[in-house]
Nanobody, 116 residues
Framework: QVQLVESGGALVQPGGSLRLSCAAS????????MRWHRQAPGKERELVAT????????NYADSVKGRFTISRDNAKNTVYLQMNSLKPEDTAVYYC?????????WGQGTQVTVSS
């Protein structure tokens, strides 16, 4: 049974940093591309960053490029999102996901609020 559990969200001031974690179980984590998405109030869910399985090649949305870093620890079955220079527009619920077997699986999300 696939499970994804996000953590690390918090209230942070503009310019601050956070590291989100997503602990995965129920599948061979090292073999799968992992993604972080976010959804702000009243907006559609958007893809933030991806990391490939074997080579850990990363891709980012233009809105976070240069500020966010996605990484993975296959020994811990965990994917991370390091977020620096946070802006109020980064406020959202952040989700990790994976496409496994025939469908996408999502975690429950973790709230990030950037406000002074």
């Amino acid at each position: 049974q696939v499970q994804l559990v996000e953590s690390g969200g918090a209230l942070v001031q503009p310019g601050g940093s956070l590291r989100l974690s997503c602990a995965a179980s129920g599948f061979q984590f090292s073999n799968y591309r992992m993604r972080w998405h976010r959804q702000a109030p009243g907006k559609e869910r958007e893809l933030v960053a991806t990391i490939s399985s074997v080579t850990s090649v990363t891709n980012y949305a233009d809105s976070v490029k240069g500020r966010f870093t996605i990484s993975r620890d296959n020994a811990k079955n965990t994917v991370y999102l390091q977020m620096n220079s946070l802006k109020p527009e980064d406020t959202a619920v952040y989700y990790c996901n994976v496409f496994y077997s025939t469908r996408y699986y999502w975690g429950q999300g973790t709230q990030v609020t950037v406000s002074s």
